[in-house]
Every structure is written in structure tokens, then in C-alpha cells.
């Protein structure tokens, strides 16, 4: 079974700049989450989607960021224009159907290292 | 609100020694704590969990961790740590009705052969 995938692994682009982050969760899991972890610091909760709507979105820093799950599939966060503040490592993670998710442990990608410079 | 601290930047052990990464939590509410463990140039891994029961949980590669509800803390521990344990360490909390997880900053756990 493969497991949560995000591309691309590495991203360096100029501030003001648009990047979209992907992120393909385990096959059948409603849930995905994103995080992000800047340097040194906690990972912090962003957004939580189930299926394809957004459950909580609390944690978004502000209007520049924009996610998506059209379908309920694959999820994109698009951050748009890049501040050099948003710099950090941005997780995926999945977790199982909505019935079972407080027991149920979440799966993390690898991460994308965004770098604005 | 809930929180992690995980007091300790850097935990250095010698290879074949006890491990133990701290973890403590504040939460509202009944904890469900986690145990993840970031390899180098790797995605963050589930270990092991807290849901209910007993206080002592075993996990992947030889891990446990006891809850301790009295301290609200979540330890991690290994009887006897392998070089290739060296990776940075995040203990993660929930409760019910929130799905999200509040983590800790990480311990960078450095197992000298």
C-alpha cells in the first residue's frame, strides 16, 4: 500500500512568488490534515479535511494560503504571494474515516522544505 | 487549549544504554497521545499511541511509553538504544472532539556507537 506522497520534496522560490504543494493521501482515507513546521519550532496544525471539505481551518496563518481538495482525492495548499515567513517544512498527513479518527493514528508524507528568499 | 513540551533539545545516549525522550502534556479533557519519529531526509512515522487502558504502551522497534496521568506526562523509552535510533523524536497530543494534533518542538536523539 503506498503511502501518503507530497511533491515536490524541495521548493526555493522568490518572495512574492506563487507555489502549490501536493499532497496524495492513502487510498480511502477521508481524513487529510496539513502541518507545517518551521525551523527549530513545533509542527503546527494548518487544516483538516474531510473528504473534500474543509472541517477546520483554524490554523491557516492568513489569506495568502489557499487548500483545496476537489473530489476528495488529492489536496493542493497554494501559497500565494510567498512571504519569506512562510518558509518551513509543510507535512501531509491522512488518518482513516471519520467514524474511527480520534483512535486512529495519522500518516505523514515526507514533507515539501519550502524556501522563500 | 492543548500543548506538548518536550523539555530537552538534544537527548545523547551510548549505543546498548536506556533511552528515554520526556514528553509532557496539557490538555481539557482526556489525552490521546502519540509517539512519531523522523529518520534523516524521511516523513514522520507513528510509533506508538495512548487511547485507554493500560498505562504502559509498546510500540514499533522495540519502543514503549508509559502515560502517567498524575504528571500528565508520556515518556518514551527504549531498554537499550541502537545507533540507528538516532532521529528526532515528537510526542503529539489530541482530545476528543478535536481532531487536529498539538506536537512538541522534537528531541533530536543522538545514539553514540
Known amino acids: 500500500e503506498a503511502g501518503v506522497t507530497q511533491f515536490p520534496s524541495h521548493s526555493v522560490i522568490e518572495k512574492g512568488q506563487t507555489v502549490t504543494l501536493r499532497c496524495d493521501p492513502i487510498?480511502?482515507?477521508?481524513?487529510l490534515y496539513w502541518y507545517r513546521r518551521v525551523m527549530g519550532k513545533e509542527i503546527k496544525f494548518l487544516l483538516h479535511f474531510v473528504k473534500e471539505s474543509k472541517q477546520d481551518e483554524s490554523g491557516m496563518p492568513n489569506n495568502r494560503f489557499l487548500a483545496e481538495r476537489t473530489g476528495g482525492t488529492y489536496s493542493t495548499l497554494k501559497v500565494q504571494p510567498a512571504e519569506l515567513e512562510d518558509s518551513g517544512v509543510y507535512f501531509c498527513?491522512?488518518?482513516?474515516?471519520?467514524?474511527?479518527?480520534?483512535?486512529?493514528?495519522?500518516?505523514f508524507g515526507q514533507g515539501t522544505r519550502l524556501t522563500v528568499v | 487549549a492543548q500543548s506538548v513540551a518536550q523539555p530537552e533539545d538534544q537527548v545523547n545516549v551510548a549505543e546498548g544504554n536506556p533511552l528515554t525522550v520526556k514528553c509532557t502534556y496539557s490538555?481539557?479533557?482526556?489525552?490521546?497521545l502519540f509517539w512519531y519519529v523522523q529518520y534523516p531526509n524521511r516523513g514522520l512515522q507513528f510509533l506508538l499511541k495512548y487511547i485507554t487502558g493500560d498505562n504502559l504502551v509498546k510500540g514499533s522497534y522495540g519502543f514503549e511509553a508509559e502515560f502517567n496521568k498524575s504528571q500528565t506526562s508520556f515518556h518514551l523509552k527504549k531498554p537499550s538504544a541502537l545507533v540507528s535510533d538516532s532521529a528526532l523524536y515528537f510526542c503529539?497530543?489530541?482530545?476528543?472532539?478535536?481532531?487536529?494534533?498539538?506536537f512538541g518542538k522534537g528531541n533530536q536523539v543522538v545514539v553514540i556507537p
Open positions: 490538555v481539557s479533557g482526556n489525552p490521546y
Open positions: 487510498s480511502g482515507h477521508d481524513n
Open positions: 503529539a497530543v489530541r482530545v476528543y472532539g478535536n481532531n487536529r494534533l498539538a
Open positions: 498527513a491522512s488518518s482513516q474515516k471519520v467514524g474511527q479518527t480520534m483512535n486512529t493514528e495519522a500518516f
